[in-house]
């Protein structure tokens, strides 16, 4: 199910019945923030906690009773030495994960843990019932970097974004990214490295900040105190933040999970709500927009039917506005801006004009009945040897009429 999806609703209401049924159940998540969250989320639902452990990996408890139904939140992990351990340590629970994103760059295999994939409603569904909200996703250049400026870190599968952080920073990029902060408007930045995030005189937040001040930060962002918070890292998986509107990518990423889970954080539904997503790193180049994945499977997690083709990626850049839409439509569906033709359609017409010159060049040659015709129709083509190739197009038509 995707992102802000209700995925940690449902399972509450199938731990309950699972309780109700005798058993004994045990939710894992693998951060602080996610933990305080998810015993929120139960609260709200009046799921009854009796029987029921939520924790983090990391800090797990000893239990008297053994769970009859783990729980893993973010199920991509479920692969990690901390998750195997769990499920080796109950052998005869049932195991659940969840996931907006069954995916690993490292293609490990998340059929080893699992054995079945359950979908739910794509984000289209949600979007238009009013479970997420709606978007618009923009892909602006920084004009001060380029795409050479992407490197590759040592193991080639991903950006170097301690790298890239670096040249953010001697290249002095804050205005092209101020612009795209309004005040008005909860905002969420992705930024390559801590020495970057740190530069931008914005409420910073890390994997290295004390949980206490971590938790101080997110709760007055949570209340409006905090408009604008930069992280690295950070706020992907489960942060929910509903009046977080806008989005501001400055992480180049080949992951298409951290993609996926960092641009649909402005989407937790709310009325008359509509997100924003200023890709300033070209990443939905890569990947598509975030909203387009919806069949999977458990096989190293690859996409089986991304809609249009598991490896195209159906987008449109509007050179006006840069907004980025759905499909090869020509006008912009924002600013009514004409974008011309497609290097897919130009291409295509190209292969037409071939196939149709192809066909004229073979009627040019059947209206030619004589062997001196077809040399004169050789020399006017330009071809080095015009009687050789007349000869051997008549040897060709007596061979087919059956004449010597």
Known sequence: MPCGGGK????????REHVKKGGYVHFYVHRRELLDQTIETFEKANIPMDNIYVGTVQRRTAHDIPPTLIVFDEATHATAKQWTNIINRYPDAFIVGLTATPIRLDGRNLADIFDILIEGVNADWLIENNYLAPYDYYAPKLNSISDDDFVYNASGTEFDNVAIGDIMLKRKIYGEIYKYIDPARKTIIYSPSVAFSQSLGITHLDGTTPAKKRREIVSKFKSGEIMAITNVDLFGEGFDVPDAEVIILLRPTQSLALFIQQTMRGMRYKPDKR???????????????????DNWQLDAGRVINKRGGADEVLVRECKKCYLIYRGNNRICPYCGHDNGKTQAEIKQEQIELERIESINKRREVGRRQTLKDLIELGKKRGYKNPHGWAYYIMKGRNKKHGNT
Do not use: K, Q, W
């Not at 940690?8 to 731990?15: E, G, I, N, P, Q």
């Not at 997100?275 to 994945?293: Q, S």
């Open 8 to 15: 940690t609703v449902m399972f509450a209401y199938m731990a």
């Open 275 to 293: 997100a924003t997503i200023y890709d300033l790193v070209g990443n939905v180049f890569t990947h598509g927009l975030p909203t387009e994945y």
